[in-house]
């Protein structure tokens, strides 16, 4: 049932499967904090609604926050809630380190489809991001985090942006080989804010984000020799 806290929350667990369930109408639909080796696969958690009163408090499809770490969140639908689809971040002087966002389905959330806050050496694979605000946010420190063959199409502002007055270190993510709906090289970095930069090499068509998939990469432009 809705509520104004999580629909489902994990504190200080190891080794905790959350599987094939809805979460929806919360603050947050599930709530990972402070926890090791965790399987987050096959939930809906959409249209989830925050407090509204800052950007620490809107909603959230799936969050994994408190510095969990080997934390799998893959399969999962996080569509419509009000802030983010998927975050990740560390809280406390916390890290979020070691875990992998693979294979999700993020649709018109308002804020975000992913944020990384406070999250280094992370893994953002074969995740469909479409509409919202921002492709893909990272915030406070996000060091040495891997962003590729995602699906980043349709975002109103931003395909990816991160926050060079918080922390000079966020660009050092890496984000290659993501499709984002055009090979227009002008029109993809338009959309990458503040100290987001090098989306080089990117996908020249759409990501196959099936589970094994995208081992084949597709034929070149017409007129471009290889």
């Avoid at 950007?55 to 983010?84: P, Q």
């Avoid at 918080?166 to 890496?174: E, F, H, K, L």
Wanted: proline residues 2%; glycine residues 12%; negative net charge.
């Amino acid at each position: 049932d809705s509520n104004s806290h999580s629909g489902i929350h994990l504190y200080a667990c190891t080794s905790v499967l959350i599987t094939n369930n809805f979460a929806g109408g919360n603050s947050s639909g599930i709530l990972v904090d402070f926890s090791y080796n965790v399987l987050v696969s096959g939930n809906v958690t959409n249209a989830n609604r925050g407090t509204g009163v800052n950007d620490e408090h809107v909603g959230v499809g799936i969050e994994v926050t408190g510095g969990s770490s080997a934390v799998l969140v893959t399969g999962n639908t996080a569509n419509s809630n009000d802030g983010i689809g998927i975050n990740m971040n560390g809280e406390g002087g916390s890290v979020a380190t070691g875990n992998m966002i693979r294979n999700n389905l993020m649709r018109s959330n308002t804020w975000a489809g992913i944020r990384l806050d406070n999250a280094d050496t992370n893994v953002i694979v074969q995740n469909e991001i479409y509409g919202g605000d921002t492709g893909i946010l990272i915030d406070r420190p996000g060091r040495n985090n891997v962003i590729t063959k995602n699906i980043i199409t349709g975002s109103a502002v931003n395909f990816v942006f991160s926050y060079a007055s918080r922390d000079t270190g966020v660009a050092q993510s890496a984000l290659t080989r993501n499709w984002f709906g055009t090979t227009d090289e002008v029109a993809i970095n338009a959309k990458f804010g503040d100290t987001a930069t090098g989306f080089r090499p990117y996908r020249l068509d759409v990501v196959d984000t099936s589970a094994g998939a995208d081992t084949t990469a597709p034929l070149p432009p017409a007129n471009v020799t290889c």
